[in-house]
């Protein structure tokens, strides 16, 4: 489901499914995950809680930078993907 992308504490999510959000689907994904929303296009959106950013984009994947561990970013993208 994740792995580790571009740097030390950044990971890769992608659903197992084809998947086509809006960008207000986007938002309510994170924001009931607990992330305030940063940014919005229509291409991505970019959520913030604590030290943590998820990229959140319109195709399902998620880019989620300064996760602790492998097993912080897995949580992370299972909340997202379980709303898709």
């Not at 740097?7 to 086509?20: I, K, L, M, Q, R």
């Not at 607990?34 to 984009?57: C, N, Q, R, T």
């Amino acid at each position: 489901m994740s792995s580790p992308c571009r740097g030390s504490n950044t990971f890769d999510a992608v659903p197992e499914g084809e998947v086509e959000l809006s960008p207000e689907k986007m938002c309510s994904i994170l924001q009931k995950s607990g992330f305030a929303i940063k940014m919005k296009s229509d291409i991505l959106v970019i959520g913030i809680k604590g030290e943590i950013e998820v990229a959140l984009y319109r195709r399902g994947k998620a880019i989620i930078k300064k996760a602790k561990e492998k097993a912080d970013a897995e949580k992370i993208a299972e909340s997202i993907f379980s709303q898709v």
